[in-house]
C-alpha cells in the first residue's frame, strides 16, 4: 500500500475514538471525507461550503480531500459534488458499550423482577433462587416459604439494610423445629468444661441447604475434631486412645448369665444340650439393635431348664410353732370359729403340736426372737386368734405398718380369707391343719402349720413384691433387734438358693445410691439397656453381615475361661464387677480397620449430636397441616 | 534501550508465582477455615471477589490512560494471570465445577463463557497479530471500506479501459458475472479465520481460467486486475482477523458485566439472608 | 452551516517581547554591534527595527541567574548589554543546581478531570483563549522566574568557567543550528540581554555581512571550543591547546540544509538511490588524515559488503570517528586507513581535526601518563572492539537499523515503533493518545513497515527537528525542559510550513472546531482555521506517554534506533 495515503496533506487523523462511523463505509462504498457528524448524522452530503467572493463562488474543499474541484461550485454557490445523505452506524467500541449496558440491565432487570413477583405467582423462574431446598425442608417451609429461615425475607429495604450489618444468625431458626439432649449451640450439644475455650457452635457450619433434594451434611473429618479436641489424631490406627478398661462391659449385667458354666458345662451336659442353642444368636437377637445385643426374653432363653425350678422355692409366711402353753381364750376361739358347743374340750395338760420355730418373715412382722418360745409365745398366739376372728387382716395390718406405702395388698394377693381362718382355728385349738387340696398351680396355701406361697412361675407378681418388700424393710430399721430380723428375713427370701421363686438365682441385686433417699438395694427385674455413650456408633447387623453369623460374635467377645463370673454377684456393688468376656481393645477392632484395610474416620464411629430430635409442636403443626390438606 | 518483543519471560513467571502463591494460601486458608468448621465461602468467596473487581478494573484503566496506574501490558499481563486465577478460585469457592442453586447455576454459565471467551481472545490476540504482519499489508480497520471500494473503483476503470481499448468485452464479462461480487466487500470470511488457502487459490483460479481467452493486451490488463484482487484477499483477510480480534470483546466484555452485576447481587443476598 | 471567524494571525502577531517599545528600538539601534548592521540591506517586509520590536527582547537577570541551562534546547540567542556573565565549562553543572525545571505535569486531579472534560466534537478550541494568549505568552516565554544559582564563589571555585562580558554574543549556534545548548550560562553581576530569537537571528545573518562573520567566528572561539571540549578525547586540553586544536580544526558540511523539503518527493519517485546518492565524507580504504566530529546532522557509518554497503552505525551530533586508526599510525602500523566509509546522511556539518594535531595533544597526552598508554591502549581498543561488535552483526541484525537509516528515522530519538507481531491492532493507543490530548488522537497508527517493524505517523522528537525551520512564530519549539518538540497552539497561525517540512508526515493540519462543533472560518475568506498537530509526547501527562503506556501488548515503544537493542530475555507471549 503507497505510504503517502497517510501523507500529511493526504489523509485525516483516524478518529476511534468517535461514536459513529460513516453508512456509506458500512456498505462497503466509498465513505465521504467529512464523515458523520458527533450527533449521529451525515456528514458529508456535500464536500465544501463555497464561499462568495468577488461575486464568484470558490470552492473550498481542503488541501487533503483533494483540494478544489474540477467543476467548482454551482451558480447558486451550491457545492457540486452533493450526496444523498447516509445512515452512519455505530461503531463496534460503541456497540460494545451497550451491549455491556444491555446485559447488566437484563440481569437487574430479572433481579428485580424477582424481588417484585413472587416466583409461583409470576410463574417464572426468580434468578435471586438460591437453590432448591432438601426435601424434607422444602416440605417444612411450604407454608411459610423462605421467611420460615431468613428473617429479612419479605422485608423492605430498610430491613434489608439493617440485616447487613446485623446477624442474620440463620441456626436460631433451626431449632424453632429442631431440638437435642442438649444445648442447642454447645459442641456436641452438652455442656462440657473444654480445656480450651470453645465458642458456641452454630448449624450451618455444617448443615448447607439450597443444595438439592438431597441433605448436605459437611461430612466431619479428623481435622475438624482435632480443632477442638486435645487429643488429636487422624484415625483408628494412628493416635486413636486405647478404648477404657472394662469396654464395653462396663455395667454388671442385670441378669446373671454365666456364659463360661452355660457354654462349657451345662450346654454339654447331655441330659440338658437338646435345649441348649446352636450359637451366641440362638438367644441375642442380632438384627433389631445397633449397638447393644439384647438377649432373647426368658421364655425363649431360659425356661426350657429353668422354669421348672421357679415352682419349687416357697414362701412360708407363718409357721405355727413350738408353744408353752395355750394362752388363747377359749371362749373368744369358739366364737370366732363357730365351733360347735362341745366340740371343744379343754386339755389338761398343754402339749404343743409344733416343735418348730416361728418363719422367719412372721417373726419380723412380729418383731420376735424365732428361737425364744417364753418371748413370742403371746403375740403368736394372739395372731392366731386375730387370724381366727379376722382372717389376714391381722397380717395385713401387720406388714402395712412396716412400711410407708401399704404392700400387703400386693404381698397377700390371692390368699383365701377362709382357708386361713380355718387353719387359724385349728392351730387355735393347738391341732394340725389339714389342707382340703393341693396347690398345684401355685398361689397361697395352707399346709398342717404352715402358710406357705408357692410361685405360679417366672415373674410372680406376689414372690417380686416380697422380694421388694424384703429389701424395702431390711434399710431404716431402728431398733437393732427388729434390724437383725429383717436382715435374716430379707437374706432368706433373697437367698439365691432357699429364697421364693428362686429369683435371685438370675436377677442381680445391686446397691443403688442415691444421695437423697440413702443407698438401698435393687433386684434388676428387667434386661437393662447401660448405654451412656451416646456419641458412639457400633453396627452390630453390618458387622455380622460381612463376617458371618457362625464365628462373627467371637471374634470380638472371646470367653475368659478365667474369671469367676457369679463372684462379683454376691456383693451388691456393681462396679466391681469382670464379665465373662474379655475386654474389646483397640486390636480387635484393628484386625480390620487399619488405614491400609478399612480405615476409620471419626464420623465412623461416632456422632455428634446428642439425642436430636424434634420439637414436639412443629410435629403437631405438620401433622395438623397434613390432616387440613385432603 | 530495549525493545521489549514480548513481556519479559521473568515478569511473566513472577506474575504466574505471585498468582499460584494466591491461590494456594486461599486453598490453605479455606482447608483451615472448615477444619475449624468456619465457612470458608466467606474466605475465599472475598478473594474471588477482589480478584473480580481487579478483573473488570482493567475495562476502567483502559478509560483512565492519563492516570500513573501503572501500565496497560502490566495490567494485561495481570489480567490474564488472574483471569485464570479467578477460575481456579472459582471452582475452590463453589467446592467444584458446577453450582446447585439456579442463581448459582446463572452466574457459572456467565462466568464459563466470560472465561472461554477470555482464553479464545487471549489465543487470538497472540496468533493472529503474526498472520496479519505476515500478509505483507497493514490496514487500518476503520479505512478497509474505503480500500476496497478504492480497489474496485480501479478495477472497475481497468476494465472499462480494457473494453475500450481493444474492444473485447471477455474481461468485461468476466467480472461482471464472477469477479464483481467478489470485489463488492469481504468475502471468504470462515476461511480466512482458519487460515484457509482457499482464497489465495480462488482468485488465481479465477484469473487463470480466463487467460486463454484474451490476448496479449487484455493479459497485461488481466495482471493488474490479478493484482488489485490480490490485493483485496490480503484486506480481506486483515478484515476477519481484526474483526476477530474485536469482536471477540463484544462477547467477553458484556458477559464479565453480566457477571459482575450478579456477583454483587449474590453479595447483597449473602450479607443479607446468611450472614 | 454558521461560521465562527477569527482573523488569520500573521507573522509578527505575537512579538517576542511584550514590552518592546520603539524607545527600546532606538535604544538598541545605538548599540554598536547593532549599529554596525547596513539597515539598507534588510527587505521592506523584514525590516531591522522590525526585527528588533518583534524578533528580540530586553530582557534583565539578576546576579546568579541562570540565563541558559546545559542541554537546554533554546531557541534565541542572546546579546550581552549591560553586565556580565559565566560560561560553565565542561564537565558543567550538575542538572539539580541548575534548577531544572520539568513542564508543568497535570496534578492527579487535573489528570482524572480529562475523563469527562474532553469533547465529544473533535478539534474543539477555545477561541477566546487566542484573544488573551498575549499575557499567556508573557508567562510562558519570560518565564515567571529564573533559577538562579546558590553560592556562586563555591561553583567558581570548583567549575572551569568562561566569561562573557558587554557585547557578546551567545546561544546563536544553538539557536541557529538546532542543536541543544552546550553549556550553562548564568549571570555574574545584575545584567541587561537582547534575546533575540532565532527567526530574528536568521535574518541578521542573512542580510548582515558583520553578523556572518561574527557569528562564524564566535562559532570558532566559542562553539567549537565548547564542542570540542565536550568530546571526551579533548577534555583533558586547557584553553590553550584547546585553541591550537580549534584553530587547526576544519569545517566540512556535507549534503543540503534543507534536506528535509525534497528527501521525501525524491524517494517516493525514486530518485534516490540510498547510499550511493550521499556524499562520501569518508572512504573505506582511505588514509585516515584526522578524527571526523559530528556538529550537527548525522552521518551513515558502513562497510563494503559483497556488492553493497552495510550500514553498521550512525553518528549523531557530538560522535566522533576515526582515534581508533589514527592511533594505529602513529603507533607504526603503516597499513592502517578508513576502516569504515562514512558518508553524510542529507546534511551534516562535520569538523576534522587534523592528525597533526591529534598526535600532539592526544596521542601524546595519551602516552605521558604513567599509564598513559594502557589508557591509550584501552581508548583505542574500546573503539575497536565496539566497531568490530557492529561489524560482527548479522545481516538480520543489522536490517532494522539500515532499514531506518535508509527511512531518516535515526533522526528520532522518541519514535513511535510498533511491533506488529504483537500488536492487535486494538487502537488503544491511539484512544489513549485522544483522551490525553482532549479527544484527539496525534498520530496514525500507520507508517512504513518493515518485516513486523512498523514506524507509526507520530512526531519522533528529532535529534535534528527540522520542522522547526521556517516557523514564523515560532510555534513549534523544543521544551526548555525534556528536549520534546512541542507546538503552541495559541501561536500557530497554521501555515502548514512546519507539517510540509516533516519529512515523516508527522504533523496533521487540523480544521478547529468551537465547542458547538462549528468549524472555525477566517471571515474574510471562509477558509478554515487550520492549526498544525503533532505528538507532544505527553509532556503535561503525568503517566508519560500514553501510547506506550496504553498498550496492553507491550507492542508500541518510543526508540532511538541508534540505542536499540531487541530484549533476548523476553516472549512472544
Known sequence: MEDNKFGHDQSNYERPNLPYRCGRASLWQTPCNHGPEVDGTCGGTQECTPFLKNDRWECRREKRFGGPCEDGPGSGGECSIQRPPCAPRSTLRIIRGRLVLLAVSIVLALIGTSLVLDPKVGGMVSISDAGPLSKSHAKFTEKEGCATCHIAYGQGPVEWIKAVFSNSDLSSRCVNCHSFGGPSFKAHNANMSPDRKVGDTQCVMCHREHN??????RALFSDQCNSCHKNKFTSLEHGHPEFSKKYPYFNRNSIKFDHGSHLKKHFENPKVSDKAPGSCIGCHMITLEDREVRPSSYEIVCAACHDSQIKKKELILLRLPELVQNRIDRDSLVQACNFPEGNVKEEEEFLSVSTEQPALVSAFLLNIPEDDPEIYDQPIQDLVLAMAEESSVPFAELIDSQTETPMSENLLMGLNPEVLKRAACSWGLN????????????????????IRYKPSGHADPVVKSWLEFALAVSLNQKEEDKAARAIAMRDQILSA????????????????????VGSHLAVAWKYESKSDSPYVLYKHENHIEILGTKGACSNCHILNKEVDYMASFKEYDPVNWVSNFEFISKKTCMQCHSESQIDLECQKCHLYHFKPSFK??????????????P | MKIQQGFSLVRIWVYVFFGTLLFLVTWIWTYQIDSTLGISAFANGWILFGILVFLSLFSARKRLPFLPLASSSRWFLLHVVCGFLALFLFWLHIGGMWSKGFYGQVITILFYITSISGVVGLFIEKVYPRQLTRSGVEVIYERIPMEIAEIREEVESLILKCTEETGSSTLAEHYLETLRRYFQRPRFFINNIFGSHLPQHWVRQQCMILERFLNEKEREYLDKVYALAEKKRKIDFHYTLQTLLKTWLLVHIPLAGAVMAMVIWHLILIMVFFV | MAITTQVRPQRWDQPFGLFMTELDVDRLLTIPEIAAIEESKFPSHCSLRGILKNDARIVKYSAGDIVIREGDYGNSAFLVLDGSLKVVLFPGLPGQMLGRRTIQKKTFWQALKQLWSRSKIPEVRDVKRYGLHAMVREAED???????????????????????????????????????????????????????????????????????????????????????????????????????????????????????????????QDKIHGIKDEPIIANQGDYSDGILLVRAGFARVSIDRGNGQQTLTYLGTGDFYGADELFRVWQGDPNVGMRVTITALGYAEMLRVP??????????????????????????????????????????DGALLEWAVEERFINGTQTMLINLDRCVRCDDCVQACSATHGGNPRFVRHGKTFGNWMVANACMHCADP?????????????????????????????????????PYSNIRMVSINDEAGQ?????????????????????????????????PHDAVSRVDFRKIEIDENSTGF
Request: neutral net charge.
Open chain 3, 142 to 268: 519570560l518565564g515567571a522566574s529564573h533559577v538562579f544559582l546558590q553560592d556562586v564563589p563555591a561553583i567558581l571555585d570548583k567549575n572551569k568557567t568562561a566569561s562573557l562580558g558587554k557585547g557578546a554574543l551567545f546561544g546563536e549556534l544553538a539557536a541557529l543550528g538546532r542543536t541543544p545548548r552546550t553549556a550553562t550560562i548564568f549571570a555574574e553581576s545584575d545584567i541587561e540581554l537582547l534575546e533575540i530569537r532565532w527567526q530574528g537571528l536568521r535574518e541578521f545573518r542573512k542580510y548582515d555581512q558583520g553578523w556572518r562573520r561574527l557569528i562564524d567566528q564566535r562559532y570558532r572561539t566559542n562553539a567549537l571550543n565548547a564542542h570540542l571540549r565536550a568530546t571526551s578525547i579533548f577534555s583533558h586540553l586547557d584553553d590553550k591547546d584547546l585553541q591550537e586544536v580549534a584553530d587547526a580544526t576544519l569545517f566540512e558540511t556535507y549534503g543540503k540544509f534543507d534536506w528535509h523539503l525534497t528527501y521525501n518527493k525524491l524517494q517516493s
Open chain 1, 431 to 450: 391341732r394340725e391343719y389339714e389342707s382340703p387340696a393341693e396347690v398345684r398351680f401355685g398361689g397361697w396355701y395352707t399346709d398342717m402349720l404352715e
Open chain 3, 355 to 396: 592528525s597533526k594535531i591529534v598526535e600532539k595533544h592526544l596521542f601524546a597526552y595519551w602516552s605521558s601518563g604513567r599509564d598513559g598508554f594502557r589508557q591509550a591502549n584501552s581508548q583505542s581498543s574500546f573503539e575497536s572492539r565496539r566497531l568490530q561488535d557492529f561489524i560482527d552483526r548479522t545481516l538480520t
Open chain 1, 616 to 629: 414436639k409442636d412443629m410435629l403437631v403443626v405438620k401433622a395438623e397441616s397434613v390432616s387440613t390438606t
Open chain 1, 497 to 516: 438358693k432357699d429364697g421364693v421363686g428362686g429369683c435371685i438365682k438370675c436377677h442381680a441385686v445391686s446397691e443403688v445410691k442415691n444421695s437423697k
Open chain 3, 519 to 551: 468549524l472555525i472560518t477566517d471571515p474574510q475568506n471562509q477558509k478554515p482555521i487550520l492549526k498544525a498537530t503533532k505528538c507532544d509526547l505527553c509532556a503535561d501527562q503525568i503517566s508519560g506517554p500514553a501510547c506506550v503506556f496504553a498498550c
Open chain 3, 466 to 502: 527540522v520542522c522547526m525551520i521556517g516557523c514564523p512564530t515560532g510555534a513549534i519549539h523544543r521544551s526548555m525542559s525534556g528536549g520534546m518538540v512541542i507546538i503552541n497552539d495559541d501561536t500557530c497561525i497554521g501555515c502548514e510550513t512546519c507539517a510540509n517540512s516533516c
Open chain 1, 212 to 217: 438439592g433434594p438431597g441433605m448436605s451434611v
